[in-house]
């Protein structure tokens, strides 16, 4: 019989210590110590990428002019050392997947200190939550620990209905709150992102390895997940949550919810992709059964927490059925009698609401897939962001249909995947979303996207498939990977930061909004431009709103040409009105491209001379007006 010999590996070619000399020459031990050194292996250059990156940001989170962001955002006011430090961690993260067979903990280390890079500079910085809107989630959490209850059946204005029909993130939250001693949860929503983002993670690599064991194309999609991330649904607010409830029970039902006997040639190495995963084992029906009710209580959390998610669920279980290696109709039963109930009952006043409005809707796939309320992006860093959206959407799309094209038999086992990514699609023939549907089929598209985005860039290893055009791809894959990952940080940047002037409120801002809604009596209407500014929906369960630039361009440049009586035309009679005219709602307002240029200071300006509206508080960041009913006779100019 031949003797195996096992060829030394890189892991493995390190010489041993050689044995202890004996004997009258030997040296005792307090003899020369120089005579028994070893010599040390050098760090790693995963950790040493690792502190150069980290010692970079550090250096540069202190310099950045987040308090005078120009046109672009935050982009022009990141130093150099910020960015220095994103092509350090790439480069190290390229170098880390040369072992991640072996230490697959560095390509996990380097992904996680991206997800921090990336995103943890406003929640260590900023002094006011970022996202103006995601206020209302606070709002929501703070009037749970008020009054002890919500009211799902209330008519609340500024669709704030949705929130107590869908209460299970705020009813999380507020027990954080007082688990944590805060003051709101203001105090910890800027890191959302990172707690979700690192969450996510292992949810994400658990699906991978289903149908790939090649760790560097594992880790190689992570990476890019994060970097295509950028549409900015893991902030402070119930999607985010939602979505990682959503991953959770997909990665459980690709894994252990297998049929027997569906797997064929799928079992085969010869026959797979050197890459792919065999198919998990199969599990009998009484297997699948006690999974189900294991999963029934996340499916349930997933209902109570955010109102799409739940659909989105169950157009992914209804992609997985049309597999023979899926075909779970018990599980798809459960999932939709789950979203239905609650559709039929907490959630009955909007559902019903959407019903009505679907009639619309249906076949308007221009419309639903247009992006924001009304208006188009205006000024040098919207635009810009805006370009670089459509640019990260077809790059890595191109990169994914590339895979799908030229690696079909990693395609073929993968498909599940492919089918629970593409399923959300067909919702732009359903609903706009209120011009959310565009990030939202994004977003749920991304797992899948990302991994074959990956498998387009990390060629397969040496396997039973080999040929020249694949062993040129894999000397080329040494220059095109860390390319089209630095393109790609190159397109997150803009995507995320652009816009970023929106994003940050300064703390005078919200104290100037927290008091005029103080102060505003029950019952009273606040009348703002758009509800993209701090504590917009601050009381929201004791005021009435009315948002009135958040409509068609055409319109508001109607009610531009004489805002008091238009203003005045639509206030009740007998109710105690205030405008609120903010510095973000300025910078909101033209970003979006809801008011023409210079529309918000001839807004402002109007309503100050108007005699409907007496000025309550001026500050350099907005103003406060109380409306005051024209006496009889009265004309306005």
Not at 168 to 196: C, D, E, H, K, M
Request: charge should be positive; proline fraction near 8%; aromatic fraction near 10%.
């Amino acid at each position: 019989m031949q003797q195996h010999v096992p060829v030394p590996t890189a892991e493995s070619s390190v010489l041993p210590a050689p044995a202890p000399a004996t004997g009258p020459g030997a040296p005792t031990s307090g003899g020369d110590r120089r005579a028994r050194w070893i010599p040390r292996r050098p760090p790693d250059a995963g950790l040493l990428t690792l502190l150069l990156a980290a010692a970079l940001w550090g250096y540069a989170l202190p310099r950045i002019g987040f308090r005078h962001m120009g046109d672009y955002g935050l982009l022009d006011r990141l130093p150099p050392a910020y960015y220095l430090s994103l092509l350090v961690l790439t480069a190290g993260f390229v170098l880390s997947l040369r072992r991640a067979g072996t230490a697959p903990w560095w390509p996990a280390a380097h992904c996680a200190a991206l997800l921090c890079a990336l995103k943890a500079p406003p929640a260590v910085l900023y002094d006011a939550v970022r996202y103006p809107w995601s206020s209302k989630h606070d709002a929501v959490v703070n009037t749970l620990l008020r009054n002890g209850e919500l009211r799902p059946h209330a008519a609340l204005s500024g669709n704030m209905s949705a929130y107590d029909q869908w209460p299970g993130f705020f009813t999380l939250n507020a027990g954080l709150v007082r688990a944590f001693g805060v003051q709101s949860a203001a105090v910890y929503a800027n890191w959302a992102p990172i707690v979700l983002g690192l969450l996510t993670i292992p949810v994400l690599v658990l699906i991978y390895r289903t149908f790939c064991q090649d760790w560097r194309l594992v880790w190689t999609a992570v990476w890019i997940f994060q970097l295509a991330n950028w549409v900015g649904q893991d902030y402070f607010a119930p999607q985010g949550l939602a979505y990682l409830l959503h991953l959770s029970v997909i990665a459980v039902v690709l894994r252990h919810f297998v049929r027997p006997g569906s797997a064929g040639r799928l079992r085969d190495r010869t026959f797979l992709d050197p890459a792919a995963a065999p198919v998990p084992p199969p599990t009998g029906n009484r297997q699948r059964a006690v999974s189900v009710l294991i999963l029934a209580p996340l499916i349930a959390a997933v209902n109570a927490t955010h109102q799409l998610t739940p659909v989105m669920l169950c157009i992914c279980l209804l992609a997985l059925n049309l597999t023979r290696r899926y075909r779970n109709l018990g599980l798809l039963a459960v999932a939709a009698l789950l979203m239905l109930t609650w559709d039929l009952t907490m959630g009955r006043p909007l559902f019903v609401e959407t019903l009505s409005t679907l009639k619309e809707s249906i076949g308007e796939l221009t419309q639903n897939s247009r992006a924001g309320y009304a208006g188009q992006l205006t000024g040098p860093g919207p635009e810009l962001a805006g370009t670089a959206n459509v640019l990260m959407v077809l790059a890595v799309a191109a990169l994914a249909g590339a895979a799908v094209v030229l690696r079909r038999r990693l395609t073929r086992s993968a498909l599940p995947l492919l089918l629970v990514s593409a399923a959300p699609v067909p919702l732009f023939a359903v609903n706009d979303y209120g011009g959310e549907m565009l990030f939202r089929v994004y977003l749920f598209g991304m797992p899948g996207a990302a991994f074959f985005a990956a498998a387009a860039l990390v060629p397969a290893l040496e396997g039973t498939h080999r040929s020249r055009a694949k062993a040129r791809w894999r000397r080329a894959s040494a220059f095109v990977l860390p390319a089209v990952l630095l393109a790609l940080l190159a397109g997150f940047l803009p995507s995320y930061y652009g816009k970023e002037k929106m994003y940050y409120t300064p703390p005078e801002e919200t104290a100037l909004v927290t008091r005029a809604l103080d102060d505003a009596p029950d019952g009273s209407l606040i009348l703002a431009t758009s509800g993209s500014f701090p504590q917009a929906l601050h009381r929201y369960d004791r005021l009435e709103h009315w948002f009135f630039a958040e409509q068609e361009l055409p319109e508001n440049e109607r009610m531009l040409k004489d805002p008091a009586r238009y203003l005045a035309d639509g206030i009740p009679p007998g109710t105690r009105a205030y405008v609120l005219l903010t510095r973000t709602q300025d910078v909101y307002t033209a970003g979006e491209g809801l008011l023409p240029a210079g529309g918000f200071a001839t807004l402002r300006a109007k309503l100050s001379r108007s005699p409907l509206f007496r000025t309550v508080e001026r500050h350099p960041y907005g103003v406060v007006l109380e409306y005051r009913p024209a006496v009889r006779g009265t004309t306005t100019r």
